[in-house]
């Protein structure tokens, strides 16, 4: 069903009712108090109406108070040369979306109904002199006689009718409507005063629209930072396919040390036996190296993939929460009927600053491919475990004594966490203990699934379930 409010068929009718009301009138004052918004105030003794038109909502919206507000604060006066005008009479143009208020100095006032290119503009005679929205520049170019084609009928006769205010929902969208009839829409409102139905229509309208914008631009925000993560995760992947499937350097490396006897320096490419994999291989050289300067080279190389890989998982691992949450949140933002329920959405960069981030802010490890996470404090043990873990990956602690929380992150499809991975996690767990100092320390271990945390706990209290345990000594990486 479509609204009525810009329609032919609502001119002579809002015509007729002004021209009854306003006629003898005079403009006492019109201003803009915003540049979407012009004020026209009409008085006759102690009577008055304002009628504004509104466009911030892309499309020209009518209201009309007895009782308007006065100017305040800086305005932007609009039609000096009517002032104190009196209205002679209101017609509607014949077959089009526009009224017309003649006064008595001879100028017209022509409300333009066009959509988003509504407008209020001034003829003197038969030139335009003034206009609501300057900004609109073909106004300035029109003709009074496109417009003065009286509608007598619009004048002359009543036309008895009601008007509904209603609101539907179409392709998941509520759209406020102006008719004649209700239909099988929601009615908001069921009045016969034109004037009455077109402000209540203009007021829901404009609510309806800032709401719709709002909405579609917090959508907008979580689909842009979620197409960024996935972006981001694509890459990852791809680099990590890359390092995995690229010849190690490390191999390069040893085979180039193994045939040194009969590499010279100034090559720049040589065939050599590949004995891992039976096979000749292609290796490139630096020409200006020697060939045990070239070996070195591809040694620091594999140390550097081994640092790429870790970092490279990492940004997996990230984007992956990130992914999960944003499109979660996705989903809640198209479900938000009302404003209020804005203030319980989180933006797409508080997200980032609370999720994506997060990993950066405990200690990080590596294992045989596996990534390690240790808390720093006992607040951010609660993140860790709380926040960032996954149900299905590893849970540590030291037994009975207070320390971090650390967490070993499991691979898809792969909840079979390798024993030399147990271990090194946790002889973390016991190094950042209050048992840093034993020999051995009892560790105990779990899914983080059954880790819980009681109501009313302090910072980093945990309740652990189905824990297993392994002693170790309390050491670092490398140390």
């Known amino acids: 069903m479509q609204s009525i409010h810009q329609h032919v ?23 803009a108090q915003s540049r979407n918004e012009a004020r026209l105030i009409f008085n006759k003794g102690q009577e008055q109406l304002t009628i504004r038109l509104n466009t911030d909502a892309k499309t020209g919206l009518l209201f009309f108070d007895e009782h308007g507000k006065e100017r305040n604060g800086s305005v932007y006066p609009l039609f000096k040369q009517l002032l104190n005008a009196k209205v002679l ?3 509607a143009h014949k077959n089009n979306r526009s009224i017309a208020i003649d006064f008595n100095n001879g100028m017209q006032l022509v409300f333009k109904l066009y959509g988003p290119l509504s407008n209020i503009i001034l003829f003197d005679e038969h030139k335009v002199i003034g206009l609501f929205r300057q900004s609109i520049e073909n106004d300035w170019l029109l003709e009074k006689d496109g417009f003065d084609k009286v509608n007598e009928q619009a004048i002359d006769t009543a036309m008895p009718v009601n008007y509904f205010v209603c609101a539907e929902t179409d392709a998941g969208k509520r759209k406020i409507i102006l008719s004649f009839e209700p239909g099988e829409a929601e009615i908001l409102l069921e009045t016969q005063n034109i004037f009455e139905a077109l402000t209540f229509f203009a007021g829901t309208y404009i609510a309806e629209f800032q709401f719709q914008t709002k ?22 992947n791809t680099r990590m396919h890359h390092l995995k499937t690229k010849i190690p350097p490390e191999e390069i490396a040893h085979i180039l040390m193994a045939n040194l006897h009969q590499l010279k320096k100034g090559e720049t490419q040589v065939t050599l036996f590949d004995f891992y994999r039976d096979q000749d291989i292609e290796i490139k050289l630096k020409k200006e190296w020697s060939p045990q300067e070239n070996a070195e080279q591809y040694y620091k190389k594999s140390k550097n993939k081994k640092q790429e890989c870790v970092q490279t998982e990492q940004q997996i691992e990230k984007s992956t929460v990130l992914i999960a949450q944003i499109e979660k949140d996705l989903e809640k933002a198209k479900g938000i009927t009302h404003f209020k329920e804005f203030k319980k959405e989180q933006s797409p960069e508080s997200i980032k600053q609370q999720k994506g981030a997060i990993a950066e802010t405990f200690k990080q490890f590596e294992c045989n491919g596996y990534s390690v996470y240790v808390g720093k404090n006992s607040v951010n043990n609660d993140q860790l475990t709380l926040k960032f873990a996954h149900r299905d990956d590893l849970w540590l602690h030291a037994k009975g004594v207070s320390g971090s929380h650390v967490i070993v992150k499991h691979k898809s499809k792969n909840l079979n966490f390798p024993q030399p991975v147990i271990e090194f996690a946790a002889k973390l767990a016991a190094y950042y203990s209050k048992s840093k100092s034993s020999n051995l320390v009892p560790v105990i271990y779990t899914f983080k699934k059954f880790v819980r945390k009681p109501k009313g706990a302090l910072a980093g209290q945990v309740i652990v379930e189905k824990e297993e345990m392994i002693m170790v000594e309390p050491k670092l990486p490398n140390v």
Request: a positive charge; hydrophobic letters at 45%.
């Open 9 to 31: 068929s609502l001119m002579p009718p809002l015509a007729f009712e002004l021209n009854r009301l306003l006629f003898d009138y005079s403009l006492t004052d019109a201003f």
């Open 89 to 91: 009479k209101v017609f």
């Open 215 to 236: 909405k579609q631009a917090l959508i907008q925000k979580y689909q842009q930072a979620l197409k960024k993560q996935q972006g981001l995760l694509h890459g990852a």
